[in-house]
């Protein structure tokens, strides 16, 4: 068994995942999908609700909310879902590609579930995203994406000692998946399960900012985003972003790059 990347040939690592589709959907309680023959790659993040998945003939494994599951081509699987309530998943596939004997010996040595990290989710989000609106460059963005969530997915397990602590990863989460509310460092702690006053000491001494700051990078940059990959209206824009006003959002962006959002916009346009 393969226990870390670094032990894998340069000719593993060109593994690429490619055809990529990503889209987030909510099955119906009690639904369920097979048996059937996995011939894609499938990355399965579960944001609410849960499923259980039967991989060949092995023991059920339970995916609760908060969880990732990778699935493998060339297995058969039978998956149900939570019988209580709609189980809300984003769901990134494609087809492998370059993938040597060696790296599916690796792949297949891995626990298939893990908890969702801030990386995670923001990838997958960014993959639905641009196929939503379409800017795909041809598909290439979207199989970029996909690949870069599956390389995420495998560092995760190989550097989990190096990893941020849990109360951080928890809260970035809870940032990302709630940007456009109006959140504040107490929602933010709830969700990290300590004190707002514990939570931005463990921001900075670890990333050198605060939670309420990450926050709003994270909302300019998403906007920097839209502004320069959508034809989105700005006030759009800026209710997407969690900016109660769109004269509030043009003020952060013209702090942030020096231009308006139409000024940026535009000069993107030209270029």
């Known amino acids: 068994m393969y226990r870390s990347v670094s032990e894998l040939d340069a ?65 058969t699987e039978e998956i149900w879902f939570d019988e209580h309530a709609g189980t809300r998943e984003t769901l990134v596939r494609g087809r492998m590609e370059n993938a040597t004997e060696q790296m599916r010996t690796w792949l297949e040595s891995l626990r298939p579930t893990r908890t969702l990290s801030s990386a995670l989710t923001y990838l997958a989000r960014e993959a639905v995203v641009t196929e939503q609106t379409r800017l795909t460059a041809d598909g290439a963005l979207l199989d970029a994406l996909a690949t870069a969530l599956l390389w995420r997915f495998i ?9 941020l602590p849990k109360s951080i990863e928890d809260a970035r989460l809870f ?42 990078d994270r909302r300019i940059s998403l906007g920097v985003e839209l502004l320069t990959s959508t034809g989105l209206t700005i006030g759009s824009i800026a209710d997407r972003c969690g900016f109660k006003t769109s004269f509030h959002f043009a003020r952060k962006i013209k702090e942030t790059t020096g231009l308006s959002p139409t000024e940026l916009r535009t000069s993107t346009s030209r270029t």
């Open 11 to 75: 000719r593993s690592r060109r593994l690429r995942v490619v055809d990529a589709t990503a889209r987030q959907m909510v099955q119906p309680a009690g639904s369920r999908i097979g048996p059937r023959r996995q011939q894609e790659i499938q990355l399965m993040l579960i944001h609410s609700g849960s499923m259980s998945v039967r991989i060949d003939d092995g023991e059920p494994r339970h995916v609760p909310t908060g969880q990732i599951c990778l699935l493998l081509p060339g297995h």
């Open 155 to 163: 560092a995760e397990f190989r550097n989990l000692p190096a990893a």
């Open 175 to 216: 940032i990302h998946t709630h940007v456009e509310r109006q959140i504040t460092l107490t929602d933010i702690a709830q969700a990290a399960s300590v004190t707002p006053a514990h939570l931005v000491r463990m921001f900075r001494a670890h990333m050198d900012t605060t939670p309420i700051r990450y926050l709003w």
